[in-house]
């Protein structure tokens, strides 16, 4: 390093990657769909009521314990009550970082949801997910909660061929790789 030179941030990356941007094949396409958010959803309370849906519904889902409202409460955007989203989800197709995929939501214009945007998207278009693929929704990472290691945790549901359901928490600092999909929300 020079001395007196800057040391970039992840945030720096990001932009930079964002505003330099091209055409990025390591994520392709794989469904495209709106979700309406109900004209009830209380962002601050969505993880309680997911949770408690879920229940009711008697469906295979596994969810993790840390997955609570007061956990991911710092999330970067609210979703709108009533708002309709365009919404797609992306196949990683090699093994991606977690700022790599910051870098291509922000080239989209995403909308980053967190754990909110994901358990919403679950329990109103379920039939969306990829079968046998983990699919993530990202936040800025220091929205993101952290364990006891000192990991921030990204939200991810896993969607198995025999109807099973699992919403877990993937490590911001690993890798992504041909097993994970990425959520995307953009405004209409």
């Not at 609210?78 to 910051?102: E, M, N």
């Not at 359901?165 to 405004?187: E, K, M, N, Q, T």
Request: net charge positive; with cysteine.
């Amino acid at each position: 390093m020079v001395a007196g030179s800057i040391t970039p941030t992840s945030g720096d990356v990001i932009a930079s990657l964002s505003k330099h941007s091209v055409i990025d094949d390591r994520f392709g396409l794989l469904t495209s769909f709106q979700l309406t958010v109900p004209k009830g959803y209380t962002h601050g309370t969505q993880l309680t009521t997911f949770a408690e849906y879920e229940e009711q519904k008697s469906e295979r889902l596994y969810r993790s314990n840390d997955i609570t409202d007061k956990k991911y409460a710092g999330a970067t955007n609210q979703l709108v009550p009533g708002k309709t989203y365009g919404v797609k989800i992306f196949a990683i197709k090699q093994v991606v970082t977690s700022d790599d995929c910051l870098a291509f939501l922000a080239s989209r214009n995403a909308i980053l949801v967190g754990a909110q945007g994901i358990s919403l998207t679950r329990q109103l278009k379920k039939d969306e997910f990829p079968v046998g693929k983990w699919t993530v929704s990202f936040d800025k990472k220091e929205a993101l909660w952290r364990d006891g290691r000192g990991d921030r945790r990204v939200p991810d549901i896993f969607r198995d061929s025999g109807g099973g359901w699992c919403f877990s928490l993937g490590v911001f600092r690993c890798g992504w790789g041909g097993g994970f999909c990425l959520l995307c929300f953009c405004d209409f």
